[in-house]
């Protein structure tokens, strides 16, 4: 059999068994809410939405004055994008992490410390 004619027969195989996975996979994270998280953006935000959230002195008086509201810091951890740049991740015993993302329509930057048992939302910019 020629190579040609087994490359063909190879390619047909693997397009359909890429397209079993990818709709195995898919029903597999609905139904069971799993996130495939491979990029460090992804890692950093779902480890901090697993822990518990404590709000910074600044951050609460935000929150009463109603210019932060705990939708905004939600829709930062779950769509925002972490400038590794400025953060400081090597930190110990808490890591600090820069997350971007929209508060009411305008750009901010969320500064959070990410420590072993809890977040602490220090800061908006």
């Given at each position: 059999?020629?190579?040609i004619?087994?490359?063909?027969?190879?390619?047909?195989?693997?397009?359909?068994g890429?397209v079993?996975?990818?709709?195995?996979?898919?029903r597999k994270?609905e139904?069971t809410?799993?996130?495939f998280c491979?990029f460090p953006?992804?890692?950093?935000?779902k480890?901090?939405?697993?822990?518990?959230l404590a709000?910074?002195?600044g951050?609460?008086?935000?929150?009463?004055?109603?210019?932060l509201?705990?939708?905004?810091i939600?829709g930062f951890l779950?769509d925002g994008?972490v400038?590794f740049g400025r953060?400081?991740?090597?930190?110990?015993?808490?890591?600090?992490?820069?997350?971007?993302?929209?508060?009411?329509?305008?750009?901010?930057v969320l500064q959070?410390?990410?420590?072993?048992?809890?977040?602490?939302?220090?800061a908006?910019?």
């Amino acid at each position: 059999m020629p190579f040609i004619k087994r490359l063909g027969f190879f390619l047909v195989g693997l397009s359909i068994g890429l397209v079993f996975l990818a709709f195995f996979l898919k029903r597999k994270a609905e139904g069971t809410g799993t996130e495939f998280c491979y990029f460090p953006n992804c890692r950093v935000l779902k480890e901090l939405r697993a822990k518990p959230l404590a709000y910074s002195a600044g951050i609460r008086e935000l929150m009463e004055t109603g210019q932060l509201d705990s939708l905004a810091i939600s829709g930062f951890l779950n769509d925002g994008d972490v400038d590794f740049g400025r953060s400081k991740t090597k930190n110990k015993p808490c890591s600090i992490y820069f997350i971007e993302g929209n508060n009411k329509g305008q750009e901010a930057v969320l500064q959070v410390q990410n420590c072993r048992d809890s977040v602490l939302i220090l800061a908006m910019e």
